[in-house]
């Protein structure tokens, strides 16, 4: 289906583009490439399909599945992700030490792309704080993270300013601003009905207002990735030209650019007529001026607890959490994750921390379906593999039967690869998938 362009837009983009710019107008009525990243804790193997020249982990796929009825997605064995959006991995590897424990924030982090992205980039003894303001958009992200199944996060819901005010430092900010989206046009056609001059001036002024609020908490010489979706200068080399121009920061140059990415003055511009991807642009700086905090770096331990009796049972390397127990949740804390958690507990509002267990009732332990999905997950615990129908009945939430004479709690599997708990009692499978998040699609 053909999309009108804006006039408005197209007389822009003849404006920057010169004699590319027919060549990007007629690109935006063609299909959009399906792609996906998969996840390198949670080992599948997906042949014969074509590697995203700028992530090792990436692939486009030559049809667009029904994501929803695949087990393997559901397990977060990989993540569907616009391929252009991807390049953020690239940058992340020429840049940070992925042996360092680091301290990181993804400020704009729904639905949370990018914070798988930096999770799978940084090592498992740092922290990442994933933020989204917005109540329904966290809410996605935090179900994107439990698929994932990394402990060393944490999701708040605050914004820019009121994370500066808090004090917390970080060595790596990625803020993947909100913009005029006009990179998603051909993707989402819902964009270009948004899309206005009225709305890229207020896009430019909102990240001007957001970049002048975050850059204060990022350590000198720490690392700020800058990305929007969209094409406008005016959103992107314009915000980077006045953080260089303040004396703040230093541009950095990445190294071996694959073919077909544009190089602007101050970042790299995708164009859906020269890659197989969306429009999307990254700038990478360096921060040079002195910050107020420095890091500490830590790993402290909580002291012993009730619930540490957890950590053994649930976890394969307890000895790298502590244990917290919140209202009638146990939680599994990497330490390094519960010092930064100290330091914004009261000034921030955080809606997940670590790892959830589950929760004690009388005798017994009800195990949470975050561990479930967890790389944490303790590998002795009882598993139960399921075919694909019986997956996908197991994720509608319906009764499934199991042969064994196994019981308790297990997990059930699909490929080897984890989707949620049942618990086998005397004549009858009781089934633990969150009802919530349960499959309504017909199953094919």
Same mark, same amino acid.
């Given at each position: 289906?053909?999309? *009108?362009?804006?006039? +408005? ?11 590319? !710019? ?11 490439? $399906? ?19 700028? &992530? ?12 929803? /009825? ?8 990989? @993540?569907?992700? +616009?391929?252009?959006? =991807? ?20 400020? &704009? ?6 914070? $798988? ?43 820019? !300013? ?6 917390? =430092? ?44 975050? %850059? ?11 990305? $929007? &979706? ?13 953080? *260089?121009?303040?004396? +703040?920061?230093?541009?950095?140059? /990445? ?15 995708? @164009? ?26 830590? %790993? ?9 009796? @957890? ?38 509002? *955080? ?24 790389? +944490? ?16 009945? @197991? =994720? ?44 309504? =699609?017909?199953?094919?």
């Amino acid at each position: 289906m053909a999309h *009108i362009i804006p006039e +408005e837009f197209a007389e822009r983009i003849n404006n920057y583009l010169k004699d590319e !710019a027919s060549a990007l107008i007629d690109s935006l009525q063609t299909v959009a490439p $399906t792609s996906i990243r998969l996840n390198p804790k949670k080992h599948v193997d997906f042949k014969d399909i074509e590697n995203v020249p700028w &992530c090792d982990a990436g692939f486009y796929l030559a049809n667009r599945p029904v994501f929803t /009825l695949d087990p393997l997605f559901q397990a977060g064995c990989y @993540y569907v992700q +616009e391929a252009a959006s =991807m390049f953020l991995g690239f940058a992340l590897k020429q840049t940070i030490n992925s042996d360092e424990q680091l301290t990181a924030l993804d400020l &704009c982090a729904a639905p949370g792309g990018k914070s $798988t992205h930096i999770l799978s980039s940084i090592s498992d003894d740092s922290t990442l704080i994933s933020n989204e303001i917005i109540p329904n958009r966290n809410k996605i992200l935090r179900e994107n993270l439990t698929k994932w199944g990394y402990a060393n996060s944490i999701v708040t819901q605050n914004d820019a !300013a009121q994370i500066a005010s808090s004090g917390i =430092m970080f060595d790596v900010i990625v803020v993947d601003a909100p913009c005029s989206g006009e990179g998603l046009f051909r993707k989402d056609p819902a964009a270009i009905d948004e899309w206005s001059v009225e709305n890229v001036n207020l896009c430019s002024s909102r990240q001007s207002s957001i970049l002048d609020d975050i %850059k204060n908490c990022l350590n000198q010489n720490g690392l700020l990735f800058y990305s $929007t &979706c969209t094409y406008e200068p005016s959103e992107n080399d314009d915000q980077v030209a006045r953080l *260089i121009s303040s004396g +703040e920061f230093e541009c950095i140059q /990445l190294k071996d650019i694959p073919n077909g990415i544009t190089h602007t003055k101050f970042g790299y511009q995708f @164009y859906p007529h020269k890659t197989k991807g969306e429009g999307f642009y990254l700038s990478v700086l360096r921060k040079t001026s002195e910050s107020f905090s420095s890091r500490e770096k830590t %790993k402290t331990k909580l002291s012993k607890s009730i619930a540490d009796q @957890y950590l053994d049972a649930c976890l394969k390397s307890p000895d790298d959490f502590s244990a917290l127990q919140f209202k009638d949740l146990v939680l599994a804390i990497p330490h390094h994750t519960y010092s930064i958690f100290q330091q914004v507990n009261s000034k921030l509002h *955080i809606k997940s921390v670590g790892l959830t267990l589950g929760t004690p009732k009388g005798k017994d332990f009800i195990p949470a379906h975050e561990l479930a999905l967890s790389t +944490e997950l303790n590998p002795w615990i009882k598993r139960i593999e399921l075919s694909r129908e019986d997956a996908l009945i @197991y =994720m509608k939430c319906d009764a499934i039967k199991v042969d064994s004479d196994y019981k308790g709690w297990a997990v059930v599997t699909f490929e080897n690869q984890s989707l949620g708990w049942i618990k086998l009692v005397p004549g009858r499978v009781n089934n633990y998938f969150p009802k919530e998040l349960r499959i309504k =699609m017909e199953i094919k």
